[in-house]
């Protein structure tokens, strides 16, 4: 994996509340993709993340919570 600390994430909740991100390597993140959300490599480096599209249930969130 390859980032940079310009990539900014942003995903809003319910409410409509912006939050803003910095996922760095070797961080695990959960993203709620049915909630907006949004990646912008704001620096030069190119950037490369594993993205793992899994079937949420709570044995999952669990796992990822913990």
Not at 18 to 32: I, P, R, S, V
Not at 49 to 56: E, G, I, Q
């Amino acid at each position: 994996m390859k980032t940079n600390p310009a990539v900014i994430f942003s995903s809003w909740d319910n409410e409509g509340k912006q939050d803003y991100y910095n996922m760095k390597k070797g961080e695990c993140w959960f993203l709620d993709t049915r909630r907006p959300y949004m990646a912008i490599n704001g620096g030069d480096d190119i950037r490369i993340h594993l993205v793992a599209d899994v079937w949420a249930n709570d044995e999952v969130r669990n796992l990822l919570i913990a």
